[in-house]
């Protein structure tokens, strides 16, 4: 066993132990109430009222114009590309070429 396991059970053994002489005396009762206290507690957790639960949000009905947009991109079948017919974006910057020169020896044979 490694040094870890054996405090693991020291405390076990000392709380079953304390457990056993907190229950001879204050008698069963003693006992009941703090479970039904602790039972209590983790129902509450479990299940909160419904003041406390996260509330759904209500649905919001889409206005008829919203839906016409909705059936007009969905009723051709394919999505439609909301730019250009272009295959490439055209962005606003660009590599600039180097002075040296390059040579087949540096090219990388992966790409």
Request: avoid cysteine; aromatic fraction near 12%.
């Amino acid at each position: 066993m490694n040094k870890q396991a054996v405090i693991f059970w020291v405390i076990i053994v000392i709380a079953a132990f304390g457990l056993i002489t907190w229950v001879g005396d204050r008698g069963i009762f003693g006992f009941i109430v703090p479970i039904v206290v602790l039972g209590g507690i983790f129902l509450l957790y479990k299940f909160p009222p419904g003041r406390w639960a996260r509330k759904a949000k209500p649905k919001i009905k889409p206005s008829a114009r919203t839906m016409a947009k909705v059936k007009a991109q969905s009723g051709s079948g394919a999505r439609k590309s909301s730019g250009s017919s272009k295959k490439r974006k055209d962005y606003p910057f660009h590599v600039i070429q180097g002075n040296k020169g390059k040579s087949d020896d540096d090219i990388p044979k992966f790409h």
